[in-house]
């Protein structure tokens, strides 16, 4: 199991700290860092320089994430794009989501889902075909109609072949219980995120979400917020779980992101090379 981080974290950290991006992602590796989880996005922006780093340091590429407007368009095949990338790459999953239903379109709710679900099909046999696991998550956003346990379970339901990628700190939207989530998801899963979350913001720039009931909740490093992400890491040793973990600090301050990222990795490390699974307090 290795340990990998978003670049576009480390992107807005090493910016906000005025490091050079490269320096910031070595710092990492030397903390423990092993991969790159990197947007689709990124990549096409500067494929090239994410690359050249990739091989300086070597690191690897864990897999990459796009966003797209399925239900709006289910035959849009963009899809193609993101799992050549993958292969071409040499990352072994990529992420998908796949649109979002806002306020103004619940009427037309099951008829967008289908939508998402028939371009998911094909995406993920295609995926199939280039072996690279096509996957969704359980988004943070209640416009998403996969971000409960039951929603994202539909859709690995029914896309043929899609796999999970596990995000241990989105079940809050609907408070629901991430462990609960894990045991029903655990064998499709092809990678995890591991976000953390607090009730209250650690700095005044922490950036909050807000839950189906109103409540907020906050970025944590990896382990020092109230979700069992210590409990789950040890559940994936006790399955010999081949895939990697990430960790994640979307929303967290820019100025400690590097910080926390670095803190997060050794955080992880430790749990995952303790032999009684106790890690770091």
Known sequence: MKIAA??????????ANHIPLQEAVAGLKQQGMDLLYVSLLSLKE???????MLEDLDLGQEGIYGFYDF????????????IDLAKRLEAANVLIVPG???????????F????????LTRAAAYGKECGIAVSMEDFDGLEAPYCTIAGLEEFLRDVPGLACS????????YQE?????????????CTVHLKDRRREAEYPDD???????????FPAETGKGYIRIKEILNLLKEQDYSGNVIVELFDYSPKHLLEGIGESVRWVAGVLNSENGQGQS
């Not at 500067?46 to 050249?52: L, N, T």
């Not at 979002?100 to 099951?110: G, H, T």
């Not at 219980?177 to 899963?189: C, P, S, T, V």
């Open 46 to 52: 500067d494929e090239k320089r994410i690359v050249s």
């Open 166 to 173: 596990f995000d241990t700190g989105n079940f809050v939207m």
């Open 177 to 189: 219980d991430e462990l609960e989530a894990f045991r029903r998801f655990r064998d499709q899963i």
């Open 207 to 217: 950036r909050s979400k807000a839950c189906a009931d109103g409540s907020l909740v």
């Open 71 to 82: 239900g709006n368009s289910p035959e849009d095949e963009s899809w193609k794009e993101l």
């Open 100 to 110: 979002m239903i806002p306020e103004e379109k619940q009427a037309q709710r099951d």
């Open 112 to 119: 967008l889902i289908r939508n998402m679900k028939k371009a």
């Open 6 to 15: 978003f670049y576009e974290n480390i992107v807005e950290g090493a910016r």
